[in-house]
């Protein structure tokens, strides 16, 4: 397995497990895009991700994020950002490659803001007062 560091945008190889019938949720060996910052790698055996897929499906959504044949992909890719997931950094197989294009990054940030149901305007808005408790 991979020994940190591991960066923020990182493409890796993870193993993500055995594979369950009639499910959606990606497993397996397959590519990976590290979205936990540097900081939180280095001092936390486990990471947030979300798996990638070379099956082109619903790009018109805006949490699938087009990343090509780029970056150390071997195969045209996409991020699937509703996918996020936490694993443990054991998990790694290898590195093969950094998202190092500030387009690419800036259209990973908005998807995930929109995943996760974060409107831009409001990223720095405080968090609501009324609602269910967490």
């Known amino acids: 397995m991979m020994t940190p560091p591991l960066y ?4 890796v190889i ?9 499910s959606s949720v990606q497993c397996l060996v397959r590519p990976a ?3 936990q910052p540097t ?4 001092t936390s055996t486990t990471t947030i991700v979300c798996p990638l ?14 990343l090509g044949k780029r970056f150390g992909l071997r195969m045209d890719s996409i991020a699937l950002l509703e996918q996020i997931t936490v694993i443990d ?3 790694i197989i290898k590195r093969i490659g950094h998202i190092d294009d500030d ?8 998807g995930l803001l ?17 609602g269910v408790g967490v």
């Not at 897929?53 to 087009?66: A, D, G, Q, R, T």
């Not at 690419?104 to 908005?110: E, G, Q, S, T």
């Open 14 to 22: 993870v193993d993500f497990g055995p594979l369950v019938e009639n």
């Open 53 to 66: 897929s070379s099956v082109k499906k619903k790009l018109h959504l805006p949490y699938h994020i087009e």
């Open 89 to 91: 950094q054991s998990a």
């Open 114 to 130: 929109r995943t996760l149901g974060i409107h831009e305007s409001e990223s720095s808005a405080p968090a609501p007062t009324k």
């Open 33 to 35: 895009l590290v979205l």
């Open 103 to 110: 387009s690419v990054a800036a259209d990973i940030n908005r």
């Open 8 to 11: 923020h945008f990182d493409i």
């Open 39 to 42: 900081s939180m790698n280095n």
